[in-house]
Nanobody, 129 residues
């Protein structure tokens, strides 16, 4: 199983970025793909939930603090999940990780990074003022 996150970079405050997470080696079916971010000095278990999409049916959920600026979407054929980030702020600076959870559950379940089974290497997003 491989998750390849890409699309990060150094941008100025107010800019936009689109992150991609390409999944291979796994049939997604009822699994969920989520985006989290990890700020400097934080442990893996402290990754902040951003958004999740359940592959079967396309249910989507966002962290309340992420609603409005961040949009999650997917390309079924490419097995790729995207995170569109607009109006970026300095405090959005972090390593952004995508993960796959094999559990088919209520949307509340996916807000915890420990419930994800596979992770990519992450992509760095740095927002300057």
């Amino acid at each position: 199983v491989q998750l390849q996150a890409s699309g990060g970079g150094l941008v100025q405050a107010g800019a936009s970025l689109r992150l991609s997470c390409a999944v291979s080696g796994l049939t997604l079916n009822n699994y969920a793909v989520g985006w989290f971010r990890q700020a400097p000095g934080k442990e893996r278990e402290e990754r902040e939930f951003i958004a999740v999409i359940v592959w079967n049916g396309g249910r989507i959920n966002y962290a309340d603090s992420m609603k409005g600026r961040f949009t999650i979407s997917r390309d079924n054929a490419k097995k790729t999940v995207y995170l569109q980030m607009n109006s970026l702020k300095v405090e959005d600076t972090a390593v952004y990780h995508c993960g796959v959870s094999r559990r088919y559950a209520g949307m509340w379940y996916y807000a915890d990074a420990s419930r994800f089974d596979y992770w990519g290497q992450g992509t760095q997003v740095t927002v300057s003022s």
